[in-house]
């Protein structure tokens, strides 16, 4: 059923997205891109899967913050899938720093902090694949075609 060209990314919605109650709006936005919700679940972070998620920052002074805050609440996570999936996350979501990132983008709408900015977007194919297979089991994702794919995927995609 997936597209061959689809690739599969991990979106996390923070503490912050959960308590301020955007849960909804962030979700829809990935909804309309066109991009398919293959998992989703609501999650209690442990220190093990955040020291596996940032072992890249694990050496950093502002992990231990990270890794507090991202304990504050649950989270939800989410594997999405879409053809051109990271690169249309990564637009929908905006720069890190949410006082960097442009108007209509999740983090220019909704933040301006570096740490509560709302959402966790794999930044590469190969991290989406990574990242989904650390937070989903195989019989958590689901495989379909959403309705609206070919309207959403001109004949480039075939």
């Known amino acids: 059923m997936a597209h061959p060209k689809e690739e599969k990314t991990l979106i996390i919605l923070k503490p912050d997205a959960v308590h301020r109650g955007v849960m909804g709006e962030v979700i829809a936005r990935f909804e309309r891109k ?3 919700v293959v998992g989703m679940k609501m999650i209690q972070l442990k220190d093990a899967m955040l020291d596996a998620h940032y072992a890249h ?23 999405l ?7 249309a996350t990564r637009l929908i979501v905006g ?7 442009p108007a209509g983008t999740i983090r220019g709408d909704f933040s301006l902090s570096t740490q509560s900015n709302l959402v966790h977007a794999s930044d590469s194919v190969e991290n989406g694949a990574v990242e989904v297979a650390r937070f989903f089991t195989e019989d958590e994702l ?8 070919d309207f959403i995927n001109a004949e480039e995609v075939f």
């Not at 689901?142 to 794919?149: I, L, T």
């Open 57 to 79: 920052i694990a050496d950093k002074p502002f992990f231990g913050g990270i890794k507090k805050f991202m304990q504050t609440s649950p989270v939800v996570v989410m594997a």
């Open 81 to 87: 899938s879409g053809v051109g999936a990271v690169d």
């Open 142 to 149: 689901f495989d379909y075609k959403r309705n609206d794919f």
């Open 34 to 36: 066109g991009l398919k």
């Open 95 to 101: 720069p890190t720093k949410g006082y960097e990132a």
